[in-house]
């Protein structure tokens, strides 16, 4: 993600029509979405410590607050 954020970086300060371009953009948006693959990162953002998928039960109350959680993280991210 550092290699791609640095490669954005040094392209606007070359190539003539990079900065806040289509390929800009495209490039920003593919290196932040970058962070979802970085667990202890995306986890520090989402506040989501784990999920215990063994002892997981979808009727409890608390399964439900949970999947309804994740469901929001999801829409925002999208």
Request: negative net charge; contains cysteine.
């Amino acid at each position: 993600m550092l290699f791609f954020a640095m490669e954005m970086f040094m392209l606007s300060i070359v190539q003539d029509g990079y900065f806040n371009g289509f390929y800009f953009w495209l490039d920003l948006v593919c290196t932040i979405s970058m962070i979802a693959d970085i667990h202890f990162l995306f986890d520090k953002l989402t506040n989501v410590e784990g999920i215990d998928l063994e002892n997981f039960d979808p009727s409890s109350p608390s399964s439900i607050a949970m999947v309804a959680a994740a469901s929001r993280i999801g829409s925002r991210a999208g």
